[in-house]
């Protein structure tokens, strides 16, 4: 990509401290304005590798709303159990930078323990919903299981995930 500091700033040496540090490079010490202002393209890959559960989810989840707008009700069964193996592919991509990454996307998104271990959480939640959910419908009155359903379960725990790593609400 392209270089995102293009241009020319004056920052007086008395106002540095006022700046976020999260938009400036940690390489340089506290008082070198290099340390406040993003001066070059982040690594993109590195920030994706970091959010791939959330990108495994929502490619799937939309990969299976199509599945389910052209197969109808009769792909109900099928939808459920690969938004299952989506949310197991979710879980096995939490290994690597999506749990020990760090910050990405300026200090936005935090790829760390705590938030994988919630995830894992989360994508085990979400598959015993997917899972029991025929039976509940079976046994309540209304609507039968649509196949929508467990597409939008893979679109909340991908928006669950986002806000267990948010980094400031």
């Known amino acids: 990509g392209a270089p995102l500091g293009v241009g020319l700033m004056y920052i007086a040496r008395e106002r540095l401290a006022d700046i976020d540090p999260h938009y400036g490079d940690e390489d340089f010490k506290a008082d070198d304005v290099r340390s406040h202002i993003h001066t070059g393209t982040p690594n993109f890959a590195a920030q ?4 791939l559960p959330e990108v495994v989810l929502a ?4 990969v299976l709303m199509l599945v389910a707008a052209w197969g109808g009700p009769r792909s109900t069964a ?4 690969t938004a299952v193996v989506v949310l ?3 879980g096995i991509a939490l290994a690597g930078p999506a749990s ?9 998104y935090k790829a760390d323990a705590f938030a994988a271990f919630a995830k894992v959480l989360i994508y085990v939640a979400a598959a015993v919903s997917i899972v029991i959910a025929p039976g509940f419908f079976r046994r309540t009155a209304g609507d039968d299981l ?9 679109l909340s725990a991908c928006g669950m995930g986002m806000m267990v790593s948010a980094g400031d609400l």
């Open 48 to 51: 994706l590798a970091m959010t």
């Open 59 to 62: 490619v799937g989840a939309i």
């Open 78 to 81: 099928a939808v459920s159990w």
């Open 88 to 90: 197991a592919g979710a």
């Open 100 to 108: 020990t990454g760090g910050d990405a996307w300026y200090g936005m």
């Open 146 to 154: 649509r196949p929508e359903y467990p597409v939008l379960i893979l």
